[in-house]
């Protein structure tokens, strides 16, 4: 339970960090979105209606109250499709590969294992191998 506890200052930290290094980023968030030929008007209300006029703690603390409640928002690149329909779209693959590669990493970690240690069956190697073999 402690270390479940310990992990949520860590992710508050991981995603101050992100977001406040994406802000930083060059080039304007809104200036992808929109079409480069509109008019200043335009360009003003599209910005007021994403909020990118407010200040950046305010963008912060909307931005993480919707990835909380599992609003990642739209798509930029498949023109408005929601992004959680997407990753979840691609979550079985993703998935089966996970599953797939631990077991195959398991299987050649044990079997290399056994194979240093029945080569080189001497002090140090057997000491990895207590670590390698707990795993196994």
Known sequence: IRRVLLTIPLL???S???YGIMHMAPGD?????MDP???MEDRQAFIESYGLDDPVPVQYVRW???VITGDFGNSLVYQGVPVMELI???LPNTLLLMVVSSIWCLFRGC???LLVRACFNNVPFSSTGLVS???C
């Open 29 to 33: 968030p809104g200036a992808m979105m």
């Open 88 to 90: 979840l779209d691609r």
């Open 12 to 14: 508050f930290g991981v």
């Open 133 to 135: 073999f707990r795993w």
């Open 111 to 113: 079997n290399t294992q």
């Open 16 to 18: 101050v960090l992100t």
């Open 37 to 39: 030929n509109i008019s």
């Open 64 to 66: 993480l109250g919707h």
